[in-house]
């Protein structure tokens, strides 16, 4: 790859966050809203586009779980960056009252609100079962609990279901963004011509996959002419390779967790994780963190670009689980420049 062609492919990219709300170990969720906050306010301040957060439940380490309402809050905060969900997991929630909370929020922040949308439970059973959702469901009805909320959302009176109506909600123009770790939102994003955020942050094996069922069954829509792909990364920078390797081992901690059945949160970073995983946990980790870089500006640079020639993603969303809340605003304000090439 010639160092124009890379220029080229960093020039014309697209950076958003994907903030997963971490409560670090010893801290609250009080602080870790106020972390949010500036991470959002110093993101506005370095050119990313949007602000997402996503729903998660019954998870010690994520505070995100009221995902609504921590959107307002950000949003509140900030004045120009777009601030929503990646994503709102629909099965949970009734479409009616998704269609009213983010109508409410556009309302509040108009031109600002992004309604990314999955259908995965975002939990174990027993929390699905306390959020009150068919054990039976298997996210199957996707499509007609997508299919409603759009009708909400829609301004025509012969759309409504049952002639019910959101408000606020009806006749607002919130951008819908379908987001999946497999092909059945791919496929569905791409008969619907609605735009497509794939879940390579944990699940890169099925990205390339994904993303051709998606283009393959594109058809243009009054939402876009042409496909749209966010791709999901873990980026981790600092000054030195040796420090942003350091700074992700609290990452690969909280993987290494999730793939022995534990919750927890997030850990400081150490100098090694020989002595933490044996060999067999250390390739499923790395394995599931296929879609990362940490490194410094100029490691970034060299690695960005060959990922966004494989997938051809119109926009990359980082998230950087980062214990230190200074590192992180570090990281991403040098992701932002090595992709600027200042």
Same mark, same amino acid.
């Given at each position: 790859?010639?160092?124009?062609?890379?220029?080229?492919?960093?020039?014309?990219?697209?950076?958003?966050?994907?903030?997963?709300?971490?409560?670090?170990?010893?801290?609250?969720?009080?602080?870790?809203?106020?972390?949010?906050?500036?991470?959002?306010?110093?993101?506005?301040?370095?050119?990313?586009?949007?602000?997402?957060?996503?729903?998660?439940?019954?998870?010690?380490?994520?505070?995100?779980?009221?995902?609504?309402?921590?959107?307002?809050?950000?949003?509140?905060?900030?004045?120009?960056?777009?601030?929503?969900?990646?994503?709102?997991?629909?099965?949970?929630?009734?479409?009616?009252?998704?269609?009213?909370?983010?109508?409410?929020?556009?309302?509040?922040?108009?031109?600002?609100?992004?309604?990314?949308?999955?259908?995965?439970?975002?939990?174990?059973?027993?929390?699905?079962?306390?959020?009150?959702?068919?054990?039976?469901?298997?996210?199957?009805?996707?499509?007609?609990?997508?299919?409603?909320?759009?009708?909400?959302?829609?301004?025509?009176?012969?759309?409504?279901?049952?002639?019910?109506?959101?408000?606020?909600?009806?006749?607002?123009?919130?951008?819908?963004?379908?987001?999946?770790?497999?092909?059945?939102?791919?496929?569905?994003?791409?008969?619907?011509?609605?735009?497509?955020?794939?879940?390579?942050?944990?699940?890169?094996?099925?990205?390339?996959?994904?993303?051709?069922?998606?283009?393959?069954?594109?058809?243009?829509?009054?939402?876009?002419?042409?496909?749209? =792909?966010?791709?999901?990364?873990?980026?981790?920078?600092?000054?030195?390779?040796?420090?942003?390797?350091?700074?992700?081992?609290?990452?690969?901690?909280?993987?290494?967790?999730?793939?022995?059945?534990?919750?927890?949160?997030?850990?400081?970073? =150490?100098?090694?994780?020989?002595?933490?995983?044996?060999?067999?946990?250390?390739?499923?980790?790395?394995?599931?963190?296929?879609?990362?870089?940490?490194?410094?500006?100029?490691?970034?640079?060299?690695?960005?670009?060959?990922?966004?020639?494989?997938?051809?993603?119109?926009?990359?969303?980082?998230?950087?689980?980062?214990?230190?809340?200074?590192?992180?605003?570090?990281?991403?304000?040098?992701?932002?420049?090595?992709?600027?090439?200042?």
């Amino acid at each position: 790859m010639t160092a124009t062609h890379t220029d080229d492919l960093l020039q014309n990219l697209t950076l958003s966050v994907l903030d997963l709300a971490p409560i670090r170990t010893g801290s609250t969720a009080a602080e870790t809203f106020r972390h949010t906050l500036d991470l959002a306010r110093h993101a506005e301040q370095w050119g990313y586009r949007r602000f997402w957060l996503a729903e998660h439940h019954s998870m010690p380490g994520i505070a995100s779980s009221a995902t609504s309402v921590v959107i307002g809050y950000v949003a509140a905060g900030t004045e120009t960056i777009r601030v929503g969900s990646g994503g709102i997991m629909l099965p949970n929630h009734a479409p009616l009252m998704i269609a009213e909370q983010f109508g409410t929020l556009e309302s509040m922040y108009p031109g600002r609100i992004d309604l990314g949308l999955g259908r995965a439970p975002g939990s174990d059973q027993y929390t699905a079962r306390a959020l009150r959702r068919g054990l039976g469901s298997d996210g199957s009805d996707f499509p007609e609990q997508l299919s409603e909320l759009r009708a909400y959302l829609s301004g025509d009176p012969d759309s409504r279901p049952m002639g019910v109506r959101a408000v606020p909600g009806e006749g607002l123009d919130i951008p819908i963004y379908l987001l999946g770790s497999s092909g059945f939102s791919a496929q569905l994003a791409g008969q619907l011509g609605l735009p497509f955020a794939f879940a390579s942050h944990f699940a890169p094996e099925y990205l390339l996959p994904a993303l051709d069922l998606y283009r393959s069954n594109f058809r243009p829509s009054e939402v876009l002419e042409k496909p749209y =792909v966010i791709v999901g990364m873990n980026i981790v920078a600092a000054d030195t390779d040796e420090e942003a390797q350091r700074l992700a081992t609290s990452h690969q901690m909280a993987f290494l967790n999730i793939i022995r059945g534990r919750t927890g949160q997030l850990k400081p970073p =150490v100098d090694s994780m020989d002595a933490l995983w044996n060999e067999q946990e250390k390739a499923i980790v790395l394995k599931q963190l296929g879609y990362s870089i940490a490194g410094s500006k100029a490691t970034i640079r060299e690695k960005l670009p060959r990922y966004l020639q494989e997938t051809g993603a119109d926009e990359i969303i980082v998230t950087g689980q980062i214990y230190d809340h200074e590192a992180r605003l570090r990281s991403y304000q040098l992701l932002a420049e090595a992709v600027k090439g200042q």
